[in-house]
């Protein structure tokens, strides 16, 4: 990691360690996806993002005084099934959709951190990816100048406006290196990965990857 690079950390003041700047960029996710496809659909990845997404639906039911029940594992749910906006009509785009929209949830950033960087650390082991967070945005992080954010780059947002919304903010925090930013999950959506998936996965999982 660059040393010139301050790190963050939670402050009420504008500061430096907040690493504000505009030379930041995405991983082209869809460019590279014959490579990350398989990552992002692997049986691995499944129990990273469904329960972190049961997470974040459990957490909506709760806001709008609905009861909460677990979404089938079926073989097509994706986190784009969890979305309730219409973004994807909204963009005007032509033609068929990029593939890695099926793993964009508007609004889920927080949530679906998770799966971006543990593709991010299958795909390009030796970088030092992190989650940068704060209450208003969630990106992965090299420590140099790349973001892995399927959610803003789905929607055109700019890297360097995606990086202040994360690292420019009075809450802000860095994870260590390789530590998800785990939710809890209700322990029906537990049970639903347990009766689908190998137990071992499901371990990776409640342990933080044991990373």
Known sequence: MNSSIPSIRPSSQADDTRLLRTDMRYIAIQKHWRRLGPLYRSPAA????????????????????RPYRPASLAQELVPANYDSCDWRVTRGRRGPEP?????????????????HLWVAMQDQPKRPWRIVTSNRHSVVWDGEQTLWDGNFLALDIPA????????????????????????????????????????????????????
């Open 46 to 65: 499944v129990p990273i993002w469904y329960l972190e997404m049961e997470a974040y639906r459990a957490q909506r039911a709760d806001e709008y005084g």
């Open 99 to 115: 593939a890695f929209w099926a793993y964009v949830c508007y609004r889920a950033c927080h949530w679906i951190c998770n799966l």
């Open 160 to 211: 360097a406006q995606a990086w202040e919304l994360a690292a420019g903010q009075p809450d802000t925090i860095r994870l260590p290196i390789g530590v998800p930013k785990l939710h809890e999950a209700p322990d029906e959506a537990f049970q639903v990965v347990a009766e689908m998936m190998h137990p071992s996965l499901l371990a990776l999982e409640r342990s933080g990857w044991g990373w």
